[in-house]
Protein backbone atom coordinates (compact mmCIF):
# COMPACT_ATOMS: atom_id res chain seq x y z
CA UNK A 1 0.00 0.00 0.00
CA UNK A 2 3.15 2.36 0.94
CA UNK A 3 4.43 1.58 -1.83
CA UNK A 4 1.42 2.30 -4.51
CA UNK A 5 1.09 5.69 -2.65
CA UNK A 6 4.57 6.41 -3.26
CA UNK A 7 4.36 5.74 -6.78
CA UNK A 8 1.07 7.66 -7.30
CA UNK A 9 2.65 11.10 -6.40
CA UNK A 10 6.23 10.00 -7.82
CA UNK A 11 4.15 9.61 -11.00
CA UNK A 12 1.83 12.62 -10.97
CA UNK A 13 5.43 14.66 -10.43
CA UNK A 14 7.47 13.11 -12.84
CA UNK A 15 4.60 13.81 -15.61
CA UNK A 16 4.62 17.20 -15.01
CA UNK A 17 7.97 17.64 -14.33
CA UNK A 18 8.38 16.43 -18.11
CA UNK A 19 5.73 18.14 -19.55
CA UNK A 20 7.49 21.36 -18.20
CA UNK A 21 10.43 19.96 -19.85
CA UNK A 22 9.98 19.28 -23.24
CA UNK A 23 8.98 15.36 -22.12
CA UNK A 24 12.05 14.17 -19.71
CA UNK A 25 11.83 14.49 -16.21
CA UNK A 26 14.55 15.48 -14.35
CA UNK A 27 14.87 12.71 -11.01
CA UNK A 28 16.08 15.33 -8.65
CA UNK A 29 13.24 17.84 -8.93
CA UNK A 30 10.45 15.00 -8.93
CA UNK A 31 12.37 13.50 -5.89
CA UNK A 32 12.46 17.03 -4.23
CA UNK A 33 8.61 17.15 -4.51
CA UNK A 34 7.65 13.60 -3.64
CA UNK A 35 9.26 13.43 -0.54
CA UNK A 36 8.17 17.47 0.07
CA UNK A 37 4.36 15.78 -0.13
CA UNK A 38 5.22 12.65 1.72
CA UNK A 39 6.86 14.35 4.71
CA UNK A 40 4.06 14.72 6.92
CA UNK A 41 3.18 11.21 6.33
CA UNK A 42 6.26 10.06 7.87
CA UNK A 43 7.82 8.16 5.21
CA UNK A 44 11.47 7.45 4.76
CA UNK A 45 13.21 9.12 1.69
CA UNK A 46 15.52 5.94 1.45
CA UNK A 47 12.04 4.35 0.50
CA UNK A 48 11.07 6.88 -1.53
CA UNK A 49 14.44 7.26 -3.69
CA UNK A 50 14.23 3.68 -5.65
CA UNK A 51 10.15 4.26 -6.41
CA UNK A 52 11.19 7.69 -7.76
CA UNK A 53 13.96 6.71 -9.96
CA UNK A 54 12.32 4.14 -11.16
CA UNK A 55 8.80 6.09 -12.14
CA UNK A 56 11.12 9.25 -13.87
CA UNK A 57 12.55 6.27 -16.14
CA UNK A 58 9.41 4.95 -17.04
CA UNK A 59 7.58 8.29 -17.77
CA UNK A 60 10.89 9.30 -19.94
CA UNK A 61 10.17 6.68 -21.90
CA UNK A 62 6.84 7.86 -23.28
CA UNK A 63 6.10 10.34 -25.97
CA UNK A 64 5.29 13.95 -24.79
CA UNK A 65 1.35 13.50 -26.07
CA UNK A 66 1.05 10.16 -23.68
CA UNK A 67 3.12 12.25 -20.76
CA UNK A 68 -0.08 14.82 -21.20
CA UNK A 69 -3.01 13.17 -21.48
CA UNK A 70 -1.77 10.68 -18.59
CA UNK A 71 -1.61 13.60 -16.28
CA UNK A 72 -4.98 15.05 -17.40
CA UNK A 73 -6.06 11.86 -16.49
CA UNK A 74 -4.36 11.90 -13.13
CA UNK A 75 -3.82 15.27 -12.15
CA UNK A 76 -5.17 17.49 -14.40
CA UNK A 77 -4.66 21.06 -12.02
CA UNK A 78 -1.42 20.20 -12.29
CA UNK A 79 -0.77 20.54 -15.22
CA UNK A 80 -1.88 24.41 -15.68
CA UNK A 81 -1.21 25.40 -11.74
CA UNK A 82 2.14 25.04 -12.32
CA UNK A 83 2.88 26.99 -15.32
CA UNK A 84 4.29 30.34 -14.18
CA UNK A 85 2.33 33.01 -15.78
CA UNK A 86 5.55 34.65 -16.73
CA UNK A 87 4.86 38.70 -16.83
CA UNK A 88 6.97 40.15 -20.00
CA UNK A 89 8.46 43.67 -19.04
CA UNK A 90 11.01 45.53 -21.14
CA UNK A 91 14.33 46.75 -20.16
CA UNK A 92 14.08 50.70 -19.03
CA UNK A 93 14.86 53.11 -21.88
CA UNK A 94 17.73 55.43 -21.27
CA UNK A 95 17.77 59.13 -20.88
CA UNK A 96 13.88 58.88 -19.87
CA UNK A 97 11.81 60.89 -17.55
CA UNK A 98 8.44 59.96 -16.55
CA UNK A 99 5.59 61.87 -18.22
CA UNK A 100 8.16 63.02 -20.62
CA UNK A 101 8.51 60.00 -22.91
CA UNK A 102 7.04 60.42 -26.18
CA UNK A 103 7.06 57.67 -28.96
CA UNK A 104 5.46 57.13 -32.34
CA UNK A 105 5.04 54.54 -34.94
CA UNK A 106 5.41 55.30 -38.57
CA UNK A 107 3.76 53.22 -41.11
CA UNK A 108 3.85 53.76 -44.64
CA UNK A 109 0.16 53.06 -45.17
CA UNK A 110 0.95 51.01 -48.16
CA UNK A 111 0.05 47.88 -47.72
CA UNK A 112 -1.18 45.81 -44.66
CA UNK A 113 0.72 45.41 -41.18
CA UNK A 114 3.00 42.12 -40.47
CA UNK A 115 4.41 40.92 -37.29
CA UNK A 116 7.25 43.21 -37.98
CA UNK A 117 5.12 46.22 -37.54
CA UNK A 118 3.69 44.69 -34.29
CA UNK A 119 6.86 44.49 -32.57
CA UNK A 120 7.82 48.33 -33.39
CA UNK A 121 4.19 49.27 -32.73
CA UNK A 122 4.26 47.45 -29.54
CA UNK A 123 7.71 48.59 -28.19
CA UNK A 124 7.11 52.65 -29.03
CA UNK A 125 3.46 51.98 -27.38
CA UNK A 126 4.72 49.99 -24.32
CA UNK A 127 7.57 52.48 -23.73
CA UNK A 128 5.33 55.19 -24.18
CA UNK A 129 2.82 53.62 -21.76
CA UNK A 130 5.69 52.77 -19.24
CA UNK A 131 6.66 56.44 -18.47
CA UNK A 132 3.44 57.44 -18.72
CA UNK A 133 4.26 58.98 -22.23
CA UNK A 134 2.79 60.06 -25.01
CA UNK A 135 1.95 57.79 -28.47
CA UNK A 136 1.96 58.93 -31.90
CA UNK A 137 0.56 57.24 -34.64
CA UNK A 138 2.07 59.22 -37.80
CA UNK A 139 1.04 57.95 -41.11
CA UNK A 140 4.66 58.27 -42.93
CA UNK A 141 2.77 58.82 -46.40
CA UNK A 142 4.74 60.48 -48.56
CA UNK A 143 5.19 58.24 -51.64
CA UNK A 144 1.77 59.09 -53.54
CA UNK A 145 3.06 56.10 -56.43
CA UNK A 146 2.79 53.34 -53.25
CA UNK A 147 0.46 54.79 -50.81
CA UNK A 148 -3.14 54.10 -50.92
CA UNK A 149 -6.49 54.99 -49.02
CA UNK A 150 -7.03 51.39 -47.99
CA UNK A 151 -4.33 51.30 -46.29
CA UNK A 152 -4.79 53.92 -43.43
CA UNK A 153 -7.97 52.54 -42.08
CA UNK A 154 -6.81 49.00 -42.57
CA UNK A 155 -3.05 49.77 -40.67
CA UNK A 156 -5.79 51.54 -37.62
CA UNK A 157 -8.04 48.19 -37.62
CA UNK A 158 -5.34 45.98 -37.00
CA UNK A 159 -3.02 48.32 -34.30
CA UNK A 160 -6.69 48.37 -32.96
CA UNK A 161 -6.94 44.52 -32.63
CA UNK A 162 -3.63 44.15 -31.21
CA UNK A 163 -5.01 46.67 -28.31
CA UNK A 164 -2.82 49.90 -29.08
CA UNK A 165 -4.27 53.05 -28.04
CA UNK A 166 -2.00 56.11 -29.38
CA UNK A 167 -2.96 59.65 -28.14
CA UNK A 168 -2.29 61.49 -31.55
CA UNK A 169 -2.59 61.00 -35.14
CA UNK A 170 -1.31 62.45 -37.72
CA UNK A 171 -0.17 62.29 -41.73
CA UNK A 172 3.09 63.57 -42.70
CA UNK A 173 1.79 64.92 -45.88
CA UNK A 174 -0.28 67.15 -44.20
CA UNK A 175 2.85 68.74 -43.02
CA UNK A 176 4.26 69.86 -46.52
CA UNK A 177 4.42 73.14 -46.49
CA UNK A 178 6.51 73.08 -43.38
CA UNK A 179 9.52 70.86 -45.01
CA UNK A 180 9.11 72.87 -47.86
CA UNK A 181 10.17 76.11 -46.04
CA UNK A 182 12.91 73.85 -43.88
CA UNK A 183 13.79 73.08 -47.73
CA UNK A 184 14.35 76.47 -48.48
CA UNK A 185 16.02 77.03 -45.55
CA UNK A 186 18.62 74.67 -46.17
CA UNK A 187 18.74 76.18 -49.53
CA UNK A 188 19.25 79.42 -48.02
CA UNK A 189 21.96 78.59 -45.72
CA UNK A 190 24.06 76.80 -48.50
CA UNK A 191 23.12 73.45 -47.19
CA UNK A 192 21.28 71.76 -49.82
CA UNK A 193 21.39 72.18 -53.96
CA UNK A 194 18.97 70.97 -56.68
CA UNK A 195 20.07 68.59 -58.87
CA UNK A 196 19.52 66.89 -62.48
CA UNK A 197 21.87 64.42 -62.81
CA UNK A 198 20.90 60.97 -64.29
CA UNK A 199 20.08 58.24 -61.55
CA UNK A 200 23.04 56.21 -62.95
CA UNK A 201 25.36 59.56 -63.21
CA UNK A 202 24.80 59.70 -59.27
CA UNK A 203 24.85 56.79 -58.17
CA UNK A 204 28.71 56.55 -60.32
CA UNK A 205 29.44 60.09 -58.38
CA UNK A 206 28.51 58.45 -55.19
CA UNK A 207 30.68 55.80 -55.67
CA UNK A 208 33.34 57.31 -56.55
CA UNK A 209 32.79 59.82 -53.86
CA UNK A 210 33.12 62.81 -56.76
CA UNK A 211 30.88 66.06 -56.63
CA UNK A 212 28.62 66.62 -59.68
CA UNK A 213 28.76 70.48 -61.29
CA UNK A 214 25.52 70.95 -59.76
CA UNK A 215 26.95 71.12 -56.41
CA UNK A 216 28.46 74.73 -57.13
CA UNK A 217 25.40 76.55 -58.02
CA UNK A 218 25.10 79.69 -56.99
CA UNK A 219 22.32 79.62 -53.74
CA UNK A 220 19.94 82.63 -56.10
CA UNK A 221 20.10 80.00 -59.05
CA UNK A 222 19.50 77.16 -56.98
CA UNK A 223 15.97 78.84 -54.87
CA UNK A 224 15.26 79.41 -58.35
CA UNK A 225 15.53 76.14 -59.51
CA UNK A 226 13.47 74.53 -56.33
CA UNK A 227 10.61 77.64 -57.13
CA UNK A 228 10.56 75.69 -60.58
CA UNK A 229 10.12 72.34 -58.91
CA UNK A 230 7.43 73.03 -57.06
CA UNK A 231 5.64 73.98 -60.08
CA UNK A 232 6.42 72.72 -63.10
CA UNK A 233 10.17 71.60 -63.83
CA UNK A 234 11.00 68.11 -64.03
CA UNK A 235 14.49 65.95 -63.93
CA UNK A 236 14.94 67.42 -60.71
CA UNK A 237 15.88 65.99 -57.32
CA UNK A 238 17.16 68.76 -54.05
CA UNK A 239 19.92 66.48 -52.19
CA UNK A 240 21.75 67.66 -49.08
CA UNK A 241 25.34 68.83 -49.25
CA UNK A 242 26.67 66.44 -47.01
CA UNK A 243 30.28 64.92 -47.31
CA UNK A 244 30.74 63.36 -51.07
CA UNK A 245 34.34 61.79 -48.83
CA UNK A 246 32.53 60.34 -46.59
CA UNK A 247 33.47 57.20 -45.45
CA UNK A 248 29.56 56.91 -44.61
CA UNK A 249 27.54 56.65 -47.93
CA UNK A 250 24.51 57.57 -46.74
CA UNK A 251 26.68 61.09 -46.28
CA UNK A 252 27.32 61.73 -49.62
CA UNK A 253 24.47 64.11 -50.34
CA UNK A 254 21.55 62.14 -49.88
CA UNK A 255 18.23 63.06 -51.84
CA UNK A 256 15.50 65.02 -49.75
CA UNK A 257 13.07 65.78 -52.01
CA UNK A 258 11.60 63.91 -55.41
CA UNK A 259 9.43 64.91 -57.90
CA UNK A 260 6.19 62.53 -57.95
CA UNK A 261 3.53 63.27 -59.97
CA UNK A 262 1.03 61.06 -58.59
CA UNK A 263 -2.13 62.20 -57.14
CA UNK A 264 -1.67 61.44 -53.49
CA UNK A 265 -4.39 59.65 -51.45
CA UNK A 266 -5.03 62.42 -49.05
CA UNK A 267 -3.42 65.44 -50.59
CA UNK A 268 -4.83 64.97 -54.10
CA UNK A 269 -2.60 66.87 -56.62
CA UNK A 270 -1.93 69.58 -54.25
CA UNK A 271 1.55 68.61 -53.94
CA UNK A 272 4.01 67.37 -56.74
CA UNK A 273 7.68 67.47 -54.48
CA UNK A 274 7.77 64.93 -51.76
CA UNK A 275 9.97 64.46 -49.29
CA UNK A 276 12.52 60.98 -48.58
CA UNK A 277 12.70 59.20 -45.61
CA UNK A 278 16.02 61.14 -44.76
CA UNK A 279 13.94 64.47 -44.49
CA UNK A 280 10.47 63.64 -43.37
CA UNK A 281 11.61 61.11 -40.66
CA UNK A 282 14.37 63.31 -39.16
CA UNK A 283 12.35 66.46 -39.04
CA UNK A 284 9.25 65.06 -37.54
CA UNK A 285 10.65 63.20 -34.95
CA UNK A 286 12.29 66.43 -34.21
CA UNK A 287 8.86 68.85 -34.45
CA UNK A 288 6.38 66.28 -33.31
CA UNK A 289 8.32 66.15 -30.00
CA UNK A 290 9.78 62.69 -30.07
CA UNK A 291 11.88 61.54 -27.89
CA UNK A 292 12.64 58.17 -27.73
CA UNK A 293 12.13 57.09 -31.71
CA UNK A 294 13.00 53.36 -33.07
CA UNK A 295 14.17 52.26 -36.01
CA UNK A 296 15.43 49.50 -37.31
CA UNK A 297 19.18 48.13 -38.05
CA UNK A 298 18.90 48.37 -41.22
CA UNK A 299 19.28 52.33 -41.13
CA UNK A 300 22.28 52.33 -38.66
CA UNK A 301 24.40 54.04 -41.65
CA UNK A 302 21.68 56.59 -42.21
CA UNK A 303 21.44 57.92 -38.52
CA UNK A 304 24.74 60.03 -39.34
CA UNK A 305 22.60 61.47 -42.22
CA UNK A 306 19.65 62.18 -39.40
CA UNK A 307 21.23 63.76 -36.60
CA UNK A 308 23.62 66.10 -39.35
CA UNK A 309 20.20 67.24 -41.06
CA UNK A 310 18.72 68.36 -37.67
CA UNK A 311 21.65 70.34 -36.76
CA UNK A 312 21.43 72.19 -40.06
CA UNK A 313 18.04 72.89 -39.14
CA UNK A 314 18.79 74.23 -36.14
CA UNK A 315 16.05 71.25 -34.82
CA UNK A 316 15.96 69.53 -31.55
CA UNK A 317 17.60 66.17 -31.65
CA UNK A 318 15.74 62.98 -30.52
CA UNK A 319 17.25 60.46 -28.54
CA UNK A 320 17.35 58.07 -31.47
CA UNK A 321 17.06 53.90 -30.52
CA UNK A 322 17.32 50.87 -32.60
CA UNK A 323 16.22 47.14 -32.80
CA UNK A 324 16.65 44.42 -34.76
CA UNK A 325 14.01 43.96 -38.11
CA UNK A 326 12.39 40.77 -37.09
CA UNK A 327 12.69 37.88 -39.76
CA UNK A 328 11.04 34.76 -39.85
CA UNK A 329 12.22 31.59 -41.44
CA UNK A 330 10.32 30.97 -44.52
CA UNK A 331 7.92 33.81 -44.21
CA UNK A 332 7.99 37.16 -46.21
CA UNK A 333 7.95 39.38 -42.80
CA UNK A 334 8.08 42.65 -45.30
CA UNK A 335 5.45 44.73 -47.04
CA UNK A 336 7.48 44.32 -50.48
CA UNK A 337 7.81 41.07 -50.51
CA UNK A 338 4.13 40.42 -48.97
CA UNK A 339 2.31 42.66 -51.49
CA UNK A 340 3.35 41.38 -54.93
CA UNK A 341 2.29 37.78 -53.33
CA UNK A 342 -1.37 39.23 -53.11
CA UNK A 343 -1.51 40.90 -55.98
CA UNK A 344 -0.09 38.10 -58.10
CA UNK A 345 -2.73 35.90 -56.46
CA UNK A 346 -0.45 33.51 -54.89
CA UNK A 347 -1.73 33.53 -51.78
CA UNK A 348 -5.57 34.10 -51.26
CA UNK A 349 -5.57 37.65 -50.03
CA UNK A 350 -3.96 39.78 -47.38
CA UNK A 351 -5.33 37.70 -44.51
CA UNK A 352 -3.94 33.97 -45.98
CA UNK A 353 -2.74 31.83 -43.20
CA UNK A 354 0.61 31.64 -45.01
CA UNK A 355 1.28 35.17 -44.51
CA UNK A 356 2.71 36.73 -41.14
CA UNK A 357 0.36 39.78 -41.95
CA UNK A 358 -1.25 40.54 -39.06
CA UNK A 359 -4.88 39.53 -40.19
CA UNK A 360 -2.80 36.54 -41.86
CA UNK A 361 -2.18 35.71 -38.47
CA UNK A 362 -4.94 36.16 -36.78
CA UNK A 363 -7.40 34.51 -39.09
CA UNK A 364 -5.01 31.35 -38.38
CA UNK A 365 -5.76 31.76 -34.70
CA UNK A 366 -2.85 33.05 -33.10
CA UNK A 367 -3.82 35.38 -30.77
CA UNK A 368 -2.86 39.06 -29.60
CA UNK A 369 -2.12 38.26 -26.49
CA UNK A 370 0.90 36.14 -27.62
CA UNK A 371 1.99 38.76 -29.96
CA UNK A 372 2.26 40.51 -27.82
CA UNK A 373 4.78 38.33 -25.46
CA UNK A 374 6.58 36.97 -28.38
CA UNK A 375 7.20 40.70 -29.57
CA UNK A 376 8.31 41.90 -25.64
CA UNK A 377 10.16 38.12 -25.14
CA UNK A 378 12.44 39.16 -27.95
CA UNK A 379 13.08 42.18 -26.40
CA UNK A 380 15.11 45.22 -27.99
CA UNK A 381 18.18 43.13 -28.85
CA UNK A 382 19.94 44.51 -31.71
CA UNK A 383 21.32 41.23 -32.81
CA UNK A 384 19.98 40.39 -36.31
CA UNK A 385 18.41 37.50 -35.94
CA UNK A 386 15.40 34.77 -38.05
CA UNK A 387 13.39 33.82 -35.52
CA UNK A 388 11.55 29.99 -35.95
CA UNK A 389 7.99 30.62 -36.02
CA UNK A 390 7.58 28.00 -33.35
CA UNK A 391 8.44 30.65 -30.78
CA UNK A 392 5.34 32.25 -31.43
CA UNK A 393 3.66 29.41 -31.26
CA UNK A 394 4.84 28.27 -27.89
CA UNK A 395 3.39 31.95 -26.88
CA UNK A 396 0.06 31.06 -28.01
CA UNK A 397 -0.08 27.54 -27.00
CA UNK A 398 0.39 29.12 -23.64
CA UNK A 399 -2.76 31.41 -23.92
CA UNK A 400 -4.93 28.94 -25.64
CA UNK A 401 -3.99 25.22 -23.59
CA UNK A 402 -6.21 26.26 -20.97
CA UNK A 403 -9.27 27.93 -22.35
CA UNK A 404 -9.82 26.25 -26.06
CA UNK A 405 -12.49 23.74 -25.78
CA UNK A 406 -11.14 20.13 -27.40
CA UNK A 407 -13.41 18.24 -29.76
CA UNK A 408 -13.15 14.83 -31.49
CA UNK A 409 -11.53 15.13 -34.81
CA UNK A 410 -10.87 12.00 -37.38
CA UNK A 411 -8.41 12.63 -40.32
CA UNK A 412 -9.14 9.39 -41.96
CA UNK A 413 -12.50 7.53 -40.37
CA UNK A 414 -12.95 4.34 -40.91
CA UNK A 415 -16.24 2.25 -39.60
CA UNK A 416 -16.12 0.62 -35.95
CA UNK A 417 -19.20 -1.37 -35.27
CA UNK A 418 -20.20 -2.72 -31.85
CA UNK A 419 -22.95 -5.04 -31.89
CA UNK A 420 -23.22 -5.59 -27.98
CA UNK A 421 -22.80 -2.25 -27.45
CA UNK A 422 -24.67 -0.21 -24.31
CA UNK A 423 -26.73 2.88 -25.60
CA UNK A 424 -25.51 5.67 -23.84
CA UNK A 425 -26.11 9.24 -22.37
CA UNK A 426 -22.81 10.31 -21.78
CA UNK A 427 -21.85 13.72 -20.77
CA UNK A 428 -17.73 14.47 -21.79
CA UNK A 429 -16.25 17.70 -20.55
CA UNK A 430 -15.05 20.16 -22.98
CA UNK A 431 -11.38 20.69 -21.48
CA UNK A 432 -9.98 18.33 -18.57
CA UNK A 433 -9.21 21.08 -15.71
CA UNK A 434 -11.25 23.86 -17.24
CA UNK A 435 -14.95 22.99 -15.80
CA UNK A 436 -16.40 26.27 -17.38
CA UNK A 437 -15.96 25.40 -20.84
CA UNK A 438 -18.80 23.36 -19.86
CA UNK A 439 -19.52 19.83 -21.32
CA UNK A 440 -21.56 17.79 -24.34
CA UNK A 441 -23.45 14.70 -24.32
CA UNK A 442 -22.70 11.92 -26.43
CA UNK A 443 -26.19 9.55 -27.58
CA UNK A 444 -24.08 6.42 -28.39
CA UNK A 445 -25.27 3.54 -30.09
CA UNK A 446 -23.33 0.49 -31.83
CA UNK A 447 -21.70 2.91 -34.57
CA UNK A 448 -18.80 4.69 -34.37
CA UNK A 449 -15.75 5.97 -36.71
CA UNK A 450 -12.37 6.17 -35.19
CA UNK A 451 -8.89 6.87 -36.90
CA UNK A 452 -7.78 4.59 -39.42
CA UNK A 453 -4.01 5.53 -38.50
CA UNK A 454 -4.45 4.16 -34.72
CA UNK A 455 -6.48 1.06 -35.90
CA UNK A 456 -4.19 0.52 -37.98
CA UNK A 457 -1.38 -0.69 -35.91
CA UNK A 458 -3.56 -2.72 -33.59
CA UNK A 459 -4.04 -6.12 -33.95
CA UNK A 460 -7.38 -8.24 -33.93
CA UNK A 461 -7.94 -8.80 -30.23
CA UNK A 462 -6.18 -5.99 -28.67
CA UNK A 463 -8.04 -3.74 -26.39
CA UNK A 464 -8.56 -0.06 -27.13
CA UNK A 465 -10.30 2.64 -25.38
CA UNK A 466 -12.84 4.94 -27.23
CA UNK A 467 -11.74 7.55 -25.24
CA UNK A 468 -14.03 8.76 -22.20
CA UNK A 469 -16.50 5.95 -23.04
CA UNK A 470 -15.50 2.63 -22.79
CA UNK A 471 -13.20 -0.08 -23.61
CA UNK A 472 -13.18 -2.19 -26.71
CA UNK A 473 -11.63 -5.58 -28.10
CA UNK A 474 -11.17 -5.98 -32.33
CA UNK A 475 -12.65 -8.71 -33.10
CA UNK A 476 -12.23 -8.30 -36.86
CA UNK A 477 -10.69 -5.72 -39.04
CA UNK A 478 -11.66 -5.08 -42.74
CA UNK A 479 -13.41 -2.26 -44.72
CA UNK A 480 -15.08 -2.19 -41.45
CA UNK A 481 -13.54 -2.95 -37.63
CA UNK A 482 -15.87 -5.16 -35.54
CA UNK A 483 -15.36 -4.53 -32.10
CA UNK A 484 -16.93 -6.30 -28.67
CA UNK A 485 -18.18 -3.93 -25.76
CA UNK A 486 -15.82 -5.46 -22.73
CA UNK A 487 -16.58 -2.46 -19.92
CA UNK A 488 -15.82 0.94 -19.26
CA UNK A 489 -13.19 0.22 -15.90
CA UNK A 490 -9.59 2.05 -16.73
CA UNK A 491 -7.45 -0.28 -17.66
CA UNK A 492 -3.97 1.19 -17.47
CA UNK A 493 -1.45 1.44 -20.92
CA UNK A 494 -4.42 1.15 -23.65
CA UNK A 495 -4.43 3.07 -26.47
CA UNK A 496 -7.15 5.84 -26.19
CA UNK A 497 -8.53 6.95 -29.59
CA UNK A 498 -10.97 9.35 -30.35
CA UNK A 499 -14.73 8.26 -31.82
CA UNK A 500 -17.87 10.16 -33.09
CA UNK A 501 -20.86 8.58 -33.56
CA UNK A 502 -22.74 8.57 -36.81
CA UNK A 503 -24.14 11.97 -36.34
CA UNK A 504 -20.48 13.38 -37.25
CA UNK A 505 -19.89 16.72 -38.71
CA UNK A 506 -17.82 16.85 -41.98
CA UNK A 507 -14.79 19.16 -42.37
CA UNK A 508 -12.58 20.41 -44.34
CA UNK A 509 -8.98 22.05 -42.79
CA UNK A 510 -6.07 24.00 -44.13
CA UNK A 511 -2.78 23.47 -42.86
CA UNK A 512 -0.12 26.95 -43.53
CA UNK A 513 3.05 25.24 -44.82
CA UNK A 514 6.53 27.39 -45.56
CA UNK A 515 5.53 29.73 -48.50
CA UNK A 516 8.96 29.15 -49.40
CA UNK A 517 11.31 26.10 -49.42
CA UNK A 518 15.22 27.29 -50.00
CA UNK A 519 13.85 30.59 -51.57
CA UNK A 520 11.35 28.84 -54.30
CA UNK A 521 7.67 28.96 -53.79
CA UNK A 522 6.08 25.79 -52.07
CA UNK A 523 3.61 24.95 -54.44
CA UNK A 524 2.35 22.48 -51.30
CA UNK A 525 2.19 25.07 -48.69
CA UNK A 526 -1.68 25.30 -48.46
CA UNK A 527 -2.38 21.71 -47.55
CA UNK A 528 -6.15 20.91 -47.44
CA UNK A 529 -6.71 17.43 -45.61
CA UNK A 530 -10.88 16.62 -44.76
CA UNK A 531 -12.16 14.81 -41.80
CA UNK A 532 -14.72 14.30 -39.50
CA UNK A 533 -15.87 16.15 -36.24
CA UNK A 534 -17.81 15.02 -33.23
CA UNK A 535 -21.28 16.52 -34.01
CA UNK A 536 -21.14 19.25 -31.12
CA UNK A 537 -18.54 20.89 -33.47
CA UNK A 538 -21.56 22.96 -34.60
CA UNK A 539 -22.37 24.69 -31.77
CA UNK A 540 -18.59 26.34 -32.18
CA UNK A 541 -18.85 29.98 -32.79
CA UNK A 542 -17.32 31.45 -36.05
CA UNK A 543 -14.43 32.59 -35.01
CA UNK A 544 -13.56 30.27 -31.91
CA UNK A 545 -10.17 28.87 -31.96
CA UNK A 546 -10.35 24.88 -30.49
CA UNK A 547 -8.11 22.07 -29.60
CA UNK A 548 -8.40 18.66 -31.64
CA UNK A 549 -7.23 16.50 -29.71
CA UNK A 550 -3.85 15.18 -31.04
CA UNK A 551 -4.13 17.27 -34.52
CA UNK A 552 -3.77 20.62 -32.82
CA UNK A 553 -5.59 23.73 -32.26
CA UNK A 554 -7.75 24.94 -35.10
CA UNK A 555 -9.87 27.94 -35.36
CA UNK A 556 -13.08 27.42 -37.01
CA UNK A 557 -15.26 29.59 -39.71
CA UNK A 558 -18.66 28.78 -40.65
CA UNK A 559 -19.68 29.19 -44.33
CA UNK A 560 -21.80 28.79 -46.79
CA UNK A 561 -19.96 25.70 -47.71
CA UNK A 562 -20.17 24.29 -44.19
CA UNK A 563 -16.99 24.21 -41.05
CA UNK A 564 -13.89 25.14 -42.02
CA UNK A 565 -11.15 24.89 -39.63
CA UNK A 566 -7.38 26.72 -39.93
CA UNK A 567 -4.97 25.03 -38.41
CA UNK A 568 -3.17 27.05 -35.80
CA UNK A 569 -0.14 24.86 -34.80
CA UNK A 570 0.03 21.66 -32.81
P1 LIG B 1 8.31 46.77 -45.19
O1 LIG B 1 9.51 46.14 -45.79
O2 LIG B 1 7.41 45.79 -44.57
O3 LIG B 1 7.60 47.70 -46.12
P2 LIG B 1 9.00 49.16 -43.86
O4 LIG B 1 10.02 49.46 -42.83
O5 LIG B 1 9.19 49.78 -45.18
O6 LIG B 1 8.87 47.61 -43.95
P3 LIG B 1 7.07 50.86 -42.69
O7 LIG B 1 5.61 50.94 -42.87
O8 LIG B 1 7.90 51.98 -43.18
O9 LIG B 1 7.55 49.52 -43.36
O10 LIG B 1 7.42 50.53 -41.18
C1 LIG B 1 6.89 51.17 -40.07
C2 LIG B 1 7.72 50.85 -38.87
O11 LIG B 1 7.74 49.44 -38.65
C3 LIG B 1 9.16 51.28 -39.04
O12 LIG B 1 9.55 51.93 -37.85
C4 LIG B 1 9.92 50.01 -39.25
O13 LIG B 1 11.17 50.11 -38.70
C5 LIG B 1 9.06 48.99 -38.51
N1 LIG B 1 9.21 47.67 -39.12
C6 LIG B 1 8.84 47.30 -40.35
N2 LIG B 1 9.16 46.02 -40.59
C7 LIG B 1 9.73 45.55 -39.46
C8 LIG B 1 10.27 44.29 -39.05
N3 LIG B 1 10.30 43.25 -39.89
N4 LIG B 1 10.75 44.18 -37.80
C9 LIG B 1 10.73 45.22 -36.97
N5 LIG B 1 10.24 46.41 -37.28
C10 LIG B 1 9.75 46.60 -38.51
MG1 LIG C 1 9.08 51.86 -45.44
Known amino acids: MQIE ?5 ALKYSLQNAIQFNGKAQEKAVLGKVIGALKEKGYNPRDIIPIVKKVVEEVNRLSFDIQREKLEEIA ?26 V ?12 IGHAKAAIMDYEYAKLYDGKFILRFDDTNPDKDKLEFYDAQKEDLQWLGIEWDEEYNTSDHLSKHYKLAEQLIQQGDAYVCNCTPEEIKKNRKNRIACKCRSNSIEENLELWEGILS ?15 DNTAMRDPTLFRIIETPHPIQGDKYRVWPTYDFAGAVEDSISGVTHPFRTKEYELRDECYFYLLDKLGLRRPYLLEFSRLSIEGM ?17 GFDDIRLPTLRGLKRRGITKQAIRNFVISQGVSKTEATVSFSLLEAENRKILDPIARRFFFIKDPIKLIVENAPEKKKAIPYHPSNRELGERIFETDKIFYIPFEDIDSLREGV ?3 LK ?12 VVYGEYIGEELIPDTLRIQWTTSRYIPITVFIPHSLYINDEFNENSLEEIHGIAEESIKNTSHGEIIQFERFGFVRIEHTDKGIIGFFTHR
Open 468 to 479: DLFNIRILEKNK
Open 332 to 348: PVSKRKINPLIEKGVVT
Open 103 to 114: TRFPPEPNGYLH
Open 76 to 101: PELLYREKKTKEYTLPPLPNAEKGKV
Open 232 to 246: HLTGYILRLKGDMKS
Open 5 to 9: EIREI
Open 463 to 465: IFR
